[in-house]
């Protein structure tokens, strides 16, 4: 079924709250509904759709899948809760570790993240909270890049042709999947959602396993976590779309306190874009990217080496997995 697109420019925010906030309400009834918030801009506008249309019969749930950036879990329920929204964080580190261990594919990881939050983490806590409908952030760009078989979004099992009822036991509503990115963050600042909010940064559903190339360990997440935050604090005052550290499977060599330190790459990505289906890198200076390699060198342990992309989306994607 074609998706019939509404353009930020065309979109009137307090309208489109108001028919979506009906719609879930007519959708739901009386009934109970849950969603995994993660903070991002996307799930946040849906949580507080959802929690204008049903209040307290809308269940929201933080997923610790182990591999977000640092201290998250807590900044966002901490965030909500200011808000009014009480947000419930589920401990599920392990089991993500466990489902990533020993898978280097790129789509096997992403397959092995949707499979442990869908069927393992969030079916069970569907099934143990009654709910029978889930609230999604998916957007059109996922959809898009879904169907053009770009990238497995985790998060459009109906436009893969699968039955999330049959396969899960609960139905998904996807208020948001007419708009793109620039169009959310217009429904997120109407709906009241500070600045920090709806003008954050997307972080991709697959976290930090999206910027590790190869396995995924716990050892790993740790570092490019830290070069994450390095990263995020140092390009900030660039205001690109997205900006982000990858952490490379090859080693390289190095030198470190005069000795040959066989070490860690590092790569930054930082991205222009108006809508995330084709970016270019920002032409950050010089001295930015210096200070930004020196300190990641400095603070990430067992990092000898820091480039920086220059190649265009397409044929790059933003995500390096
Ligand atoms: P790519 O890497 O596909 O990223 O050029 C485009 C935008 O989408 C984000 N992204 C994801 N978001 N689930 C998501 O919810 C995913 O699996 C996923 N993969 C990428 C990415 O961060 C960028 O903003």
Same mark, same amino acid.
């Given at each position: 079924? =074609?998706?019939?697109?509404?353009?930020?420019?065309?979109?009137?925010?307090?309208?489109?709250?108001?028919?979506?906030?009906?719609?879930?309400?007519?959708?739901?009834?009386?009934?109970?509904?849950?969603?995994?918030?993660?903070?991002?801009?996307?799930?946040?506008?849906?949580?507080? !759709?959802?929690?204008?249309? !049903? #209040?307290?019969?809308?269940?929201?749930?933080?997923?610790?899948?182990?591999?977000?950036?640092?201290?998250?879990?807590?900044?966002?329920?901490?965030?909500?809760?200011?808000?009014?929204?009480?947000?419930?964080?589920?401990?599920?580190?392990?089991?993500?570790?466990?489902?990533?261990?020993?898978?280097?594919?790129?789509?096997?990881?992403?397959?092995?993240?949707?499979?442990?939050?869908?069927?393992?983490?969030?079916?069970?806590?569907?099934? =143990?909270?009654?709910?029978?409908?889930?609230?999604?952030?998916?957007? !059109?760009?996922?959809?898009?890049?879904?169907?053009? #078989?770009?990238?497995?979004?985790?998060?459009?099992?109906?436009?893969?042709?699968?039955?999330?009822?049959?396969?899960?036991?609960?139905?998904?509503?996807?208020?948001?999947?007419?708009?793109? =990115?620039?169009?959310?963050? =217009?429904?997120?600042?109407?709906?009241?959602?500070?600045?920090?909010?709806?003008?954050?940064?997307?972080?991709? #559903?697959?976290?930090?396993?999206?910027?590790?190339? #190869?396995?995924?360990?716990?050892?790993?997440?740790?570092?490019?976590?830290?070069?994450?935050?390095?990263?995020?604090?140092?390009?900030?005052?660039?205001?690109?779309?997205?900006?982000?550290?990858?952490?490379?499977?090859?080693?390289?060599?190095?030198?470190?306190?005069?000795?040959?330190?066989?070490?860690?790459?590092?790569?930054?990505?930082?991205?222009?874009?108006?809508?995330?289906?084709?970016?270019?890198?920002?032409?950050?200076?010089?001295?930015?990217?210096?200070?930004?390699?020196?300190?990641?060198?400095?603070?990430?342990?067992?990092?000898?080496?820091?480039?920086?992309?220059?190649?265009?989306?397409?044929?790059?994607?933003?995500?390096?997995?």
């Amino acid at each position: 079924m =074609k998706i019939k697109e509404i353009k930020a420019t065309e979109l009137d925010a307090e309208e489109f709250i108001k028919e979506k906030v009906n719609e879930i309400f007519s959708i739901v009834g009386d009934g109970l509904a849950i969603n995994a918030l993660s903070g991002g801009v996307d799930s946040s506008t849906v949580t507080m !759709l959802g929690h204008k249309a !049903l #209040g307290d019969r809308l269940k929201t749930c933080f997923i610790d899948n182990g591999i977000m950036r640092q201290n998250e879990p807590q900044q966002v329920a901490s965030l909500f809760g200011q808000l009014g929204v009480y947000v419930e964080i589920v401990d599920a580190r392990e089991k993500f570790f466990n489902a990533l261990k020993g898978i280097t594919d790129p789509e096997e990881k992403r397959e092995a993240i949707t499979q442990t939050f869908y069927r393992n983490v969030f079916g069970q806590l569907v099934r =143990k909270s009654g709910a029978k409908f889930l609230l999604h952030g998916t957007i !059109l760009t996922d959809v898009d890049e879904t169907i053009a #078989g770009i990238k497995r979004q985790h998060n459009v099992f109906e436009q893969l042709g699968i039955d999330p009822r049959e396969a899960f036991g609960y139905t998904i509503i996807e208020p948001l999947v007419q708009l793109r =990115k620039d169009g959310v963050r =217009k429904v997120a600042e109407a709906l009241g959602l500070p600045e920090s909010v709806y003008n954050r940064m997307p972080f991709p #559903g697959p976290a930090l396993a999206a910027r590790v190339i #190869g396995e995924v360990t716990p050892e790993k997440i740790e570092i490019v976590r830290q070069a994450t935050a390095i990263t995020e604090a140092e390009l900030a005052h660039t205001k690109a779309f997205q900006y982000m550290a990858i952490l490379h499977q090859d080693r390289v060599t190095g030198i470190r306190d005069g000795k040959r330190d066989f070490g860690l790459q590092i790569e930054i990505r930082c991205w222009d874009s108006v809508d995330a289906r084709t970016a270019r890198p920002t032409r950050v200076s010089y001295d930015a990217l210096d200070k930004l390699a020196d300190r990641i060198v400095a603070e990430v342990p067992g990092v000898v080496s820091v480039t920086y992309n220059i190649t265009l989306k397409p044929p790059s994607t933003m995500e390096a997995v």
